[in-house]
């Protein structure tokens, strides 16, 4: 096995995901705030970071070729 740490893949991930939500300007930011639905929430989130890890990867993807 390499010598590779475990977790290292995620800590850089999380490092990237973090730089860039720290450009965000917050003036472009829309909040919206409402009950959730209990039952609903597991989808809801799902849903949510799938597009998000989407934009994050074809960002990275787009920074290789």
Known sequence: MSGIIYGLYEQI???IVNENLNKVDQELVI??????DSAESSKILA?????ILREIFNYID???T
Do not use: S
């Not at 909040?31 to 959730?36: A, F, I, S, V, Y």
């Not at 849903?47 to 597009?51: F, P």
């Open 13 to 15: 991930i999380n490092e």
């Open 31 to 36: 909040k919206d705030t409402q009950p959730l």
């Open 47 to 51: 849903d949510y970071l799938t597009r």
């Open 62 to 64: 787009d920074g290789d």
